[in-house]
T-cell receptor
Framework: GAGVSQSPRYKVAKRGQDVALRCDPI?????LFWYQQALGQGPEFLTY????????KSGLPSDRFFAERPEGSVSTLKIQRTQQEDSAVYLC????????????FGSGTRLTVV | GESVGLHLPTLSVQEGDNSIINCAYS??????FIWYKQESGKGPQFIID?????DKRQGQRVTVLLNKTVKHLSLQIAATQPGDSAVYFC???????????????FGQGTILTVHP
């Protein structure tokens, strides 16, 4: 597609519920990133994929967070047993490969845990 | 820990004025910096970047200045327009532990409001 697509745009979850957030990167983009953006803050790195390989997951806040990209294209960020502190915008970005090519962010999924 | 931060959380200007948004960083190993613009409900949008071997870079109506001595970064927007109203973030690539693939550390952001 023309840009990075994320779905759903908005998600309201009850505390304890599991959620799955989807990212469709730009076709052919090798690199894929997930960031978490709390209200009034800058995005914070969660995890990085190169094709299907998850090369860096150092930013995932707990073992309730899990990300996958099984075929090297679409990625899913899953949050188990959601808690109120998980409320944030989850941003996905993709790149042909590193800064040399720049990377493009999606519009994000706003997750609200009630 | 090391982080990127901003001096001014909000900035209000009149249309046609020049705007300057500042950012301090503390990681001396950072070798690449980017300014992003984020409008409400959208993801960050690339504005301009600069590498640590440069001290100035110009784009269309925007200039980024890098002062490595005091670890300071600024974004200058000439002839600011209402469409420039947004939150502006600086971001750095720490270039530590092999993160040159693109991992970024973002600052808190500055809200720029341009009055017609």
């Amino acid at each position: 597609g023309a840009g990075v697509s994320q779905s759903p745009r908005y998600k309201v979850a009850k505390r304890g519920q599991d959620v799955a957030l989807r990212c469709d990167p730009i076709s052919g983009h090798v690199s894929l990133f997930w960031y978490q953006q709390a209200l009034g803050q800058g995005p914070e790195f969660l995890t990085y994929f190169q094709n299907e390989a998850q090369l860096d997951k150092s930013g995932l806040p707990s073992d309730r967070f899990f990300a996958e990209r099984p075929e090297g294209s679409v990625s899913t960020l899953k949050i188990q047993r959601t808690q109120q502190e998980d409320s944030a915008v989850y941003l996905c970005a993709s790149s042909l490969g590193g800064f040399r090519y720049g990377y493009t962010f999606g519009s994000g999924t706003r997750l609200t845990v009630v | 820990g090391e982080s990127v931060g901003l001096h001014l959380p909000t900035l209000s200007v009149q249309e046609g004025d020049n705007s300057i948004i500042n950012c301090a960083y503390s990681n001396s190993a950072s070798d690449y910096f980017i300014w992003y613009k984020q409008e409400s409900g959208k993801g960050p949008q690339f504005i301009i970047d600069i590498r640590s071997n440069m001290d100035k870079r110009q784009g269309q109506r925007v200039t980024v200045l890098l002062n490595k001595t005091v670890k300071h970064l600024s974004l200058q927007i000439a002839a600011t327009q209402p469409g420039d109203s947004a939150v502006y973030f600086c971001a750095e690539n720490p270039n530590a532990g092999g993160t040159s693939y693109g991992k970024l550390t973002f600052g808190q952001g500055t809200i720029l409001t341009v009055h017609p």
